[in-house]
């Protein structure tokens, strides 16, 4: 074939050339039988056999012998070369050489040449050699047979033989321009799918999350590198492998299964067993289609095990944080229980001695030497300081944590009382 290299193996692949040697092997069929028949009348009747058999003989063992050697070779691209155009050719001849020319049959022959060999090899320039070489090959058994014979041609048959070859030609030439049409379409339509497919793997493969189909069977047809990372098992080993073997059981994986097959798409979380065994909570995607008539699910697997980690994590620092609150609560409560049980103790007996100064100091209870009295104020000045600490210490109190009314007046009570005890003081 012009153009292909005849060691090129993607040519044994092509489906012209699968229709070639499935024609190939019918006539070799169809010469055993043919030779088997003039075998047997060669047997009954030997007087027919000549010199012009003897050609059709050689004819016959070269053509078997050809086409034995390219099937055993396997080098099916030489049954479109024109080796193998010139042996159909001369084995046209050869029968054609057998009667007169216009009486025999084997002279359409010719037009199914042209046929032939327009299918093996579909281009325009093929087309007019085959068909000006039928023609050249037509008149030259023609004028042979003449030669031989000496008696006047009968050219209206002739003319109607090299009209129905030409005509052959133009059909097929025709033909011929549709097909390679078709041909070239179906190339761009094949070479559009295919970068279609690669685009569609190179969308594919570089996205993150793990992408698994798989059939009604629930063998896996088609991967991602991203699954096979996820999973830890090489893409080779993962196709044909059933889908749920990666998946962990927990009672519920059949009816997740189930619901898919019955509505035909499925979102929920799973947990996946990689090939290490480590177990990995997903989200789980899962939608069907139709392919060549099947039904496929394409899984969509997108690994939450980090923010379950970290939902986990929250959790329990959630709750850990609660239990330090109410830990905390207990604890100020008991420190504004402390605080006002210790104002109200201390207070009591403050405030009375506080009194009793105020009494010595008026000298209601007898006179007091100048020594005396500044002893004596300077007990009632500790003791105020006293009561302005309490104050101070329950005043933060109550700016930290909410004191109970109880506590809030207890401090103003025990002031109004050292108050009224002491009276105003003297300086």
């Given amino acids: 074939m012009p153009g292909i290299p005849y060691n090129n193996p993607l040519i044994r692949l092509a ?3 699968q229709m070639v040697v499935r024609i190939e092997r019918f006539l070799l069929a169809l010469r055993y039988l043919l030779a088997g028949i003039l075998g047997a009348v060669l047997v009954q009747d030997p007087d027919r056999a000549n010199n012009m058999l003897l050609l059709l003989g050689i004819a016959f063992v ?3 012998v050809f086409v034995h050697g390219i099937l ?6 030489f049954f479109v070369h024109p080796i193998n155009f010139c042996i159909h050719l001369l084995s046209i001849v050869a029968l054609d050489l057998q ?11 010719f037009p199914l040449l042209i046929i032939g060999s327009c299918i093996y090899t579909p281009t325009v320039h093929n087309t007019l050699v085959v068909t000006f070489v039928s023609v050249v090959a037509y008149c030259f058994l023609f004028f042979f047979q003449w030669s031989l014979s000496r008696e006047v041609p009968l050219y209206y048959p ?12 133009w059909i097929m030439h025709t033909m011929g321009r549709l097909l390679r049409d078709m041909e070239h379409d179906a190339q761009e339509r094949a070479q559009s799918l295919a970068s279609s497919e690669a685009t569609l793997r190179t969308i594919l493969n570089t996205t993150a999350a793990a992408i698994i189909v798989y059939g009604e069977d629930e063998c896996i047809t088609e991967l991602n590198d991203s699954a096979c990372l996820f999973l830890g098992v090489q893409r080779d080993e993962l ?6 073997a990666f998946f962990f059981d927990d009672g519920t994986l059949p009816s997740k299964l189930a619901s898919l097959r019955a509505k035909g798409t499925y979102t929920g979380e799973a947990i996946v067993i990689s090939r290490e065994g480590e177990e990995h909570t997903v989200n789980l995607i899962a939608q069907s289609f139709l392919r060549h008539g099947s039904r496929f699910f394409v899984c969509i697997l997108q690994d939450i095990s980090a923010q379950k980690r970290l939902q986990e994590n929250t959790r329990l620092s959630t709750a850990r944080l609660e239990q330090l609150n109410r830990e905390l609560k ?14 109200q103790r201390v207070r009591s007996p403050l405030s009375s001695i506080l009194g009793f100064l105020g009494l010595l100091l008026r000298e209601e ?42 506590a809030e007046t207890a401090p103003e009570t025990g002031n109004e009382v050292a108050e009224e005890a002491a009276g105003p003081p003297r300086v």
């Fill in 15 to 17: 489906p012209r050339i």
């Fill in 62 to 64: 070269v053509q078997q």
């Fill in 72 to 77: 055993y070779l396997k080098r099916y691209d």
């Fill in 99 to 109: 009667p007169e020319l216009y009486s025999t049959p084997f002279a359409s022959l």
């Fill in 158 to 169: 002739a003319m109607l033989d090299i009209g129905a070859i030409g005509l052959t030609g």
């Fill in 239 to 244: 196709i044909g492998q059933r889908f749920r």
């Fill in 330 to 343: 207990q604890v100020n409560e008991l420190r504004t229980e402390f605080f006002i049980t210790v104002s």
């Fill in 365 to 406: 209870l007898g006179d007091l030497t100048e020594e005396q009295r500044k002893g004596l104020q300077s007990c009632r000045r500790s003791i105020q300081r006293i009561f302005e600490l309490i104050d101070d210490a329950l005043r933060i109190d109550r700016f930290e944590v909410r004191q109970t009314p109880r």
